[in-house]
Nanobody
């Protein structure tokens, strides 16, 4: 089992920045992919960024050049640095971890990000 706890959400003006954190505990050695998703009420949850076990990141087109996903193995924490935020980035952001070997998927509880003037 893996537990994920997000933090760092909040209200920010357009053009501002936020850093989300996802603290992981439990059997994290089994995790192959770490990711951030977001969801707007009434819409499907969408993948924002992911980082694989080799450290290679991938991003959805709408956040490329603005968001950076990273992982601190010593702290068992995954980050999402969000710069140049836009109102359309407003959503609940969820931390996600996938164990392909055992077909397990884990989710955090979510953290709200609101971008508004």
């Amino acid at each position: 089992q893996v537990q994920l706890v997000e933090s760092g959400g909040g209200l920010v003006q357009p053009g501002g920045s936020l850093r989300l954190s996802c603290a992981a505990s439990g059997s994290i050695f089994s995790i192959n992919v770490w990711a951030w998703y977001r969801q707007v009420l009434g819409k499907q949850r969408e993948l924002v960024a992911l980082i694989d076990s080799g450290g290679k990141p991938n991003y959805v087109t709408s956040v490329k050049g603005r968001f950076t996903i990273s992982r601190d193995n010593a702290k068992n924490t995954v980050y999402l640095q969000m710069n140049s935020l836009k109102p359309e980035d407003t959503a609940v952001y969820y931390c996600h971890a996938r164990d392909y070997t055992n077909s397990y998927v884990y989710w955090g509880q979510g953290t709200q990000v609101a971008v508004s003037s």
